[in-house]
């Protein structure tokens, strides 16, 4: 088989701006990347003497560190200092805090912020030729957690046109569901079910051309891939938060449910759960649970991204 060609692509930003192609190809390094692993071949050299930083402005426990295994994997210099101790406390803004990274000779920025379009702003006032990874930035986007999404669903399922993939869960908030779902149209997926109570559901479902229902039975019916999503307490005003237990008993991820589904549905969730609320433990632990899976694809797709953007 030919190696496809590298795409040309200085950032990570969002995935609409990505193609089907670029799509196909971070999949395959990431698959390559994991098989390496696996086999114990754990260090490359691909990025020796380059720099990476990872700039967490949000918590993560995922994310975060996978970006700073996969950028040592590849031999990359790495820093990744603990923002609430940086200068940003005296008062330093995002920006200054990129042009100083950048002129201690930062290569690559992994930037993970509350505001939204935060990445998109940092790559258009960089003084060089750095690049931008978007960690995820408010609402908005997540597209490492899309790719690594996109890479599990096809270690499973083999193919994206002919699935029906249901988002379960606070989605108007979630920019997993925003990313994925845009990844997974450029796949050619067009069964995307969103179920979500009407408050937590998106207002723009027509504009991103999916379907909203607000119960299980029509929602998960035929469902190949079941992805459950937290509730983004972070994200809500104090008043909005819903009943926990209410919601469960509404929304919850029960075995029950995952019952409508296919039988040979895979479950997903990008983490970190809250076991007893949008899932429960016996499905998160259960035989169709790829959620361990998509942690461990994470690295393997953070390591594809950044080889991709730097070399
Ligand atoms: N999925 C995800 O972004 O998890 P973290 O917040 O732990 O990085």
């Not at 008062?91 to 930037?111: C, N, P, Q, W």
């Not at 723009?204 to 999503?229: C, M, P, T, Y």
């Amino acid at each position: 088989m030919t190696k496809k060609a590298k795409p040309d692509i200085n950032h990570l930003v969002s995935m609409e701006t990505l193609d089907i192609d670029t799509i196909n190809y971070l999949m395959d390094e990431a698959d390559n990347f994991l098989k390496k692993t696996l086999s114990k071949e754990h260090i490359l050299d691909t990025l020796k003497g380059k720099v990476v930083a990872v700039l967490f402005y949000e918590s993560s426990t995922r994310s975060r560190n996978s970006f700073v295994i996969a950028a040592k994997r590849l031999s990359a210099i790495t820093i990744n200092p603990d923002m609430n101790l940086s200068a940003i406390l005296k008062g330093e803004s995002l920006l200054d805090t990129i042009h100083t990274f950048e002129a201690m000779g930062v290569d690559l920025f992994a930037i993970r912020h509350p505001d939204n379009n935060a990445a998109q702003f940092v790559a258009s006032e960089l003084n060089g030729p750095a690049s931008i990874v978007n960690a995820g930035d408010g609402d908005n986007q997540h597209p490492t957690q899309a790719l690594l999404d996109l890479m599990t669903i096809r270690q499973y399922k083999s193919q994206f046109n002919d699935l029906t993939v249901a988002i379960v869960g606070d989605i108007s908030h979630s920019r997993v569901a925003r990313s994925l779902i845009a990844g997974l149209k450029i796949m050619g997926t067009t069964q995307i079910h969103l179920i979500a109570p009407p408050d937590l559901a998106p207002e723009d479902a027509e504009s991103l051309g999916v379907k909203v229902f607000n119960n299980f039975e029509e929602g998960l019916s035929s469902a190949d891939v079941v992805v459950a999503l937290r509730i983004q307490k972070e994200r809500m005003q104090e008043a909005q938060l819903p009943d926990f237990e209410k919601y469960h008993n509404e929304f919850g991820l029960t075995a029950e449910r995952l019952a409508l589904a296919k039988s040979d549905a895979i479950v997903m969730h990008p983490g970190p759960m809250n076991r007893g609320v949008e899932i429960d433990s016996n499905v998160a632990d259960g035989p169709q649970s790829v959620i361990l899976q998509q942690v461990q694809n994470g690295i393997a797709m953070r390591m594809a991204v950044m080889e991709t953007l730097l070399i």
